[in-house]
């Protein structure tokens, strides 16, 4: 009976997991789907493969997630504390998958943390918040857009004089390698994430220990399967946002987004840093479009997308904050 309460959090967890699969799937895929360079199901087959492996190499971002961002107290209210944050978390995927915004599913678990542990009366280990989530999220949009800028100014130095079909035709082809890379840090980041407050309910519960940071295999086996089928599942609301939404791309754009992408969610996960695959492709995509002309980004869909972002960590937090509020009298914690 001891294994319920873990068991109920687990498959919450998965949920959490699930919906970030599909929410999150147009991260990697949807500029190799809008300029063609994969069909939507090939990119998506290839998205969940390159999400699967990812996964594996993730355990410092889940360990960040897991112990640095709060301070859960043991027992019931430990594992009822995690329940909340994840059906928070969830609520606000769905809220914003309806609305075809690509707001950040990463965003959305630790704002959902942070809100039922305020409500719980638990502490929110605030600097390891500023200082492995809130500076990374302000900077990595950032990054995106310089390096985005840049990597696409380059390409259009080195092939000025080359031949428009053959370089298009080339980007294609090579759009493959970038988006595979792009879903494989993917999973490092978000498999990992969700994985990590696995270990935090395995922990509070008493199930591991407090000093035992690492990452069970059948933790990590589950979450990266399971967000490997919501990947597959599609994101197709999302997707039309981010392939056609903010501007339209041709093979080199899309090419030069997915590499920025990828190479921001690699070094961040060196860092040990929880960020957003949906800021770092979005702000990529931003950049990119930029060194055609400003007026060729769409600011409009880039300002609600921006709205989007902003909003996720209180409307995540409230969500998990209602959640606890009620739960905590019902399950008497």
């Known amino acids: 009976m001891e294994w319920i309460p873990v068991a109920i959090v687990t498959l919450l967890a998965m949920g959490f997991n699930y919906t970030n699969g599909f929410h999150d799937a147009a991260n990697a895929i949807a500029?190799?789907?809008?300029?063609?360079?994969?069909?939507?199901?090939?990119?998506?087959?290839?998205?969940?493969?390159?999400?699967?492996?990812?996964?594996?190499?993730?355990?410092?971002?889940?360990?960040?997630?897991?112990?640095?961002?709060?301070?859960?107290?043991?027992?019931?209210?430990?594992?009822?504390?995690?329940?909340a944050a994840l059906i928070g978390a969830i609520a606000w995927n769905m809220l914003t998958w309806w609305r075809g915004l690509p707001s950040s599913s990463s965003h959305a678990l630790i704002g959902g943390l942070g809100g039922a542990a305020l409500a719980a009366g638990a502490a929110v280990k605030w600097e390891g918040v500023l200082e492995l989530v809130i500076i990374p999220m302000v900077l990595s949009p950032v990054?995106?857009?310089?390096?985005?800028?840049?990597?696409?100014?380059?390409?259009?130095?080195?092939?000025?004089?080359?031949?428009?079909?053959?370089?298009?035709?080339?980007?294609?082809?090579?759009?493959?390698?970038?988006?595979?890379?792009?879903?494989?840090?993917?999973?490092?980041?978000?498999?990992?994430?969700?994985?990590?407050?696995?270990?935090?309910?395995?922990?509070?519960?008493?199930?591991?220990?407090?000093?035992?940071?690492?990452?069970?295999?059948?933790?990590?086996?589950?979450?990266?399967?399971?967000?490997?089928?919501?990947?597959?599942?599609?994101?197709?609301?999302?997707m039309r946002t981010l392939g056609r939404g903010i501007i339209h791309l041709d093979p080199p754009q899309g090419f030069a987004a997915e590499v920025t992408a990828a190479s921001i969610l690699y070094v961040a996960t060196m860092l040990r840093a929880p960020i957003s695959t949906t800021h770092a492709i979005t702000s990529a995509i931003m950049g990119v479009g930029a060194t055609r002309s400003l007026k060729a980004v769409r600011w409009g869909v880039a300002k609600n997308i921006v709205g989007a972002w902003v909003l996720t960590f209180p409307g995540a937090g409230l969500s998990a904050a209602l959640v606890m509020w009620v739960a905590m009298p019902l399950l008497g914690v």
Request: charged share 15%.
């Open 31 to 83: 500029t190799s789907v809008s300029t063609r360079a994969l069909t939507p199901r090939a990119a998506l087959a290839m998205a969940a493969v390159a999400n699967l492996f990812g996964a594996f190499f993730g355990a410092k971002v889940a360990e960040t997630v897991g112990q640095g961002i709060i301070d859960a107290p043991d027992g019931r209210l430990g594992l009822v504390l995690c329940g």
């Open 143 to 238: 990054v995106g857009v310089v390096v985005g800028f840049l990597v696409m100014r380059l390409i259009l130095r080195i092939f000025r004089e080359a031949h428009p079909g053959r370089t298009k035709r080339g980007f294609r082809m090579a759009q493959t390698a970038s988006a595979a890379a792009m879903a494989f840090g993917h999973g490092m980041q978000d498999a990992a994430k969700t994985a990590g407050v696995v270990v935090l309910a395995l922990t509070v519960s008493g199930h591991q220990g407090s000093d035992d940071h690492s990452i069970p295999l059948w933790v990590l086996v589950m979450s990266a399967v399971v967000i490997s089928l919501g990947t597959y599942a599609g994101g197709w609301r999302i």
